[in-house]
């Protein structure tokens, strides 16, 4: 059997669980497990498929038809063009979580930002990416044990060097220790939305997800919480669900709404420029 042959029976199998990325996907499982990139494969349809694979990849297809997320299986998914690990128990990067990341590296290289706090972190693909691509100081905080251990990985995959600190919320910080910039992803499903998700979304942490009863929790507690830990002229930057942009803009003053590239609202920046804000650096 060639490489050709293998792609096209791991694409006709995976036909029945999602048809439009059933290609896409066989392309990077094939592509992974024989080392090389997926635009490299045009190259080796007709190379021999080496039949010591074929366990390994009827594995991943079974994974993928029980509906396991694809990044699980692979163990790694791009974010901001950087590899990041994922695996089971830490919310997997998404490419909405983009729009945060892009307004941080603009915030950070047109404001001359040094210090980045990065709250509900979950594998630290925001504050990862946000320390390899500006060269900030990150400090990044989640409360499961798995997440921090997962971030202090993609931190060493990525060259960083990230302050990993494990708590809820601000409760790690110490004192009143301030940022330029503080940078979230929280929980904002609402009880209506866990109760009907998608088979792959309910792979992936209860804890990342819920948001409470109405989706609105973590963003009222960040909301109570941030102001000592944000220095004058700094900016605090919340990704929210496409709905919630102005439940979650209300909470806050000077809150401006940004938008994905479908035009929907996806994510909060909040300036800090009230004087009664002490700047304590």
Same mark, same amino acid.
């Given at each position: 059997?060639?490489? &050709?042959?293998?792609? !096209?029976?791991?694409?006709?199998?995976?036909?029945?669980?999602?048809?439009?990325?059933? +290609?896409?996907?066989?392309?990077?499982?094939? #592509?992974?497990?024989?080392?090389? +990139?997926? =635009?490299?494969?045009?190259?080796?349809?007709?190379?021999?498929? =080496?039949?010591?694979?074929?366990? @390994? /990849?009827?594995?991943? /297809?079974?994974?993928?038809?029980?509906?396991? =997320?694809?990044?699980?299986?692979?163990?790694?998914?791009?974010?901001?063009?950087?590899?990041?690990?994922?695996?089971?128990?830490?919310?997997?990067?998404?490419?909405?979580?983009?729009?945060?990341?892009?307004?941080?590296?603009?915030?950070? !290289? #047109?404001?001359?930002?040094?210090?980045? %706090?990065?709250?509900?972190?979950?594998? &630290?693909?925001?504050?990862?990416?946000?320390?390899?691509?500006?060269?900030?100081?990150?400090?990044?905080?989640?409360?499961?044990?798995?997440?921090?251990? $997962?971030?202090?990985?993609?931190?060493?995959?990525?060259?960083?060097?990230?302050?990993?600190?494990?708590?809820?919320?601000?409760?790690?910080?110490?004192?009143?220790?301030?940022?330029?910039?503080?940078? +979230?992803?929280?929980?904002?499903?609402?009880?209506?939305? %866990?109760?009907?998700? @998608?088979?792959?979304?309910?792979?992936? =942490?209860?804890?990342?997800?819920?948001?409470?009863?109405?989706?609105? $929790?973590?963003?009222?507690?960040?909301?109570?919480?941030?102001?000592?830990?944000?220095?004058?002229? &700094?900016? $605090? %930057?919340?990704?929210?669900?496409?709905?919630? &942009?102005?439940?979650?803009?209300?909470?806050?003053?000077?809150?401006?709404? /940004?938008?994905?590239?479908?035009?929907?609202?996806?994510?909060?920046?909040?300036?800090?420029?009230?004087?009664?804000?002490?700047?304590?650096?």
């Amino acid at each position: 059997m060639t490489i &050709g042959a293998a792609l !096209r029976e791991a694409t006709q199998f995976l036909r029945s669980i999602d048809p439009q990325e059933a +290609s896409f996907e066989a392309r990077l499982m094939v #592509a992974q497990l024989l080392k090389t +990139s997926v =635009p490299a494969l045009a190259a080796m349809r007709e190379n021999p498929w =080496p039949a010591e694979l074929n366990e @390994q /990849l009827e594995r991943m /297809l079974q994974r993928r038809r029980s509906r396991e =997320p694809l990044q699980y299986i692979l163990g790694e998914w791009s974010f901001m063009g950087l590899p990041m690990s994922v695996r089971p128990g830490v919310l997997i990067p998404r490419a909405d979580t983009e729009i945060v990341a892009e307004r941080a590296v603009h915030l950070i !290289r #047109a404001r001359g930002y040094r210090d980045v %706090l990065d709250v509900c972190a979950g594998s &630290g693909c925001i504050g990862v990416s946000l320390a390899r691509l500006t060269g900030v100081r990150v400090v990044s905080v989640d409360i499961h044990p798995d997440c921090c251990a $997962l971030t202090r990985e993609n931190a060493s995959q990525n060259g960083v060097c990230v302050d990993v600190r494990r708590g809820d919320l601000f409760d790690p910080l110490r004192g009143e220790e301030r940022f330029d910039l503080i940078v +979230s992803n929280p929980p904002y499903l609402t009880a209506a939305d %866990l109760a009907h998700l @998608q088979p792959e979304v309910a792979f992936e =942490p209860r804890l990342a997800l819920d948001g409470g009863e109405d989706g609105l $929790l973590f963003y009222r507690r960040i909301a109570a919480g941030f102001k000592p830990h944000l220095r004058k002229d &700094g900016a $605090l %930057l919340l990704e929210i669900g496409c709905e919630q &942009g102005a439940s979650v803009s209300a909470m806050f003053e000077n809150a401006e709404i /940004l938008y994905d590239y479908e035009q929907r609202p996806r994510a909060i920046q909040i300036e800090n420029t009230n004087s009664d804000w002490k700047d304590k650096r």
